[in-house]
Every structure is written in C-alpha cells, then in structure tokens.
C-alpha cells in the first residue's frame, strides 16, 4: 500500500496538484499561527470531525502544508482512507433529517476528545503544559460547536421540510473548509472571528434550548390532554 501511495503522490505532484512552497507550521509559524491552527482543529471537529482529520492529512500528503509532528500520523495512508470513508457517510447522514440529529448525539462522544487531541497535537509537540493548553482550548471549542451544531439541527427537525436541513449542513461544510483555509492564512483574522463566533454561539445554544424546552413542554402537555380526553 505505501509504494501505491507513493506512486499517487508522485503522480500528483507531476500534473500540478501539489504545490511545492509548503509552509512549515513547526518551523515557520509562530505561537498565534500554532493557536490558530490548534483552535480551528479543535473548533472545526465539533461540527465535521471526518472532514477535519481527512482534509488535515490530505494537506501535510499534497505539500499544502508540512503538519506539526503531533499530527503527522493524519497523513497515513490507512487513516486517510479510513476518515475519508467517514467523510462520505457523514456527508449525506447529517443531510437527512431526523438521521442528522442522531448522527450528532452518537459522534457527541467522539468529536469534544477528538478535538482535544488534535489540537494537543498541532500545538503541544515539546512542551507538556502547551499540550494541556491545547487539550482544554480544543476540547472547549469543540464542545462549543457541538452544542450549537446539535441544538441548531434539532430545532430545524420541528419543521417538516427537509430543505433547511440540506441547506444548514452545506452551510457547515463550507463553514469547515473556509475556517480551515482562514486559520492557516491569516490567523490574526481567524482568532478575531472566532471569538465574535463563540460568543454568538453561546447565546443561539442558550436561546434554542429554551425554544427546545418549550416546544417539548407543548408536546406533553398535548399528549396529556389526548390521553385524559381518550
């Protein structure tokens, strides 16, 4: 398998679609840029984990960008392969409703450590207390969006359409990918954006779970209704 991959490297390489100037984040970034780095993986996983680890280590593998030694491990062939499977199924899961929700619940476990780790291993390579550092950043902002991301999605499932589900998770995708792409050109920019973007977060989670509560409290007060009247 790695001669195979290799070979495609290599292929990929001759026909243009991997740049040669990669930047070196361990070498050429400083300590914002490794932040930014650290809370875009961490922050990002809340909403697409699969698309995090694959398009991380498709970077580090085209030339994109050569990853922090902690995250290196996400350019194997076996793990791109692997996240990139995820990728697909995730990708049309979260695109149906009613499925989407409970995609989020199941990955609820998965994505806050995941998150954690990632960011430990894009920031925290020589030094054991910047590695909790970015445990904590990363394991917090992926809470953050899972939060939203899960509460947003189960106050759409109360409309019967399904269109605003399709439209929120191409919303997410994109969002994804132009954090991922925002973080690593301008991280002075990113940092801005995301403090206004957590923040946001924050009161869209507390206001959708009042509205959840509501809607779920109306529910029940109507089934009891039917049940005294049947």
Partial sequence: MDSL???LVQWLHAVG???????????????PSLLALAAVLGWASGFRLYAVVFITGLAGVMGWLVLPQGLQLLQHPALLIASGCMLFMEF???????????WDIVHSVVRI?????????????DSG?????????????????????????????????PFSNVVA????????????????????????VLCVVVVLMWIVTWLLIQFLKAVFNRVSRFSSGFQKAA
């Fill in 5 to 7: 991959w290799s070979s």
């Fill in 17 to 31: 679609w991997a740049p040669g100037s990669a930047v070196h984040v361990s070498d050429k970034l400083d300590l």
């Fill in 92 to 102: 049309f899961a979260d695109k149906i409703p009613g499925l989407d929700s409970l």
């Fill in 129 to 161: 207390t910047m590695t909790l550092v970015a445990a904590l950043l990363g394991g917090s902002l992926a809470a953050t969006s899972q939060a939203a991301k899960t509460t947003t999605r189960a106050a759409i499932n109360t409309s019967p359409e």
């Fill in 113 to 125: 450590p995941a998150g954690a780790a990632l960011a430990a291993g894009a920031l925290g390579a």
């Fill in 169 to 192: 998770s191409l919303f997410e995708d994109g969002l994804v990918v132009g954090a991922l792409w925002l973080a690593t050109t301008n991280p002075l920019v990113f940092g801005l």
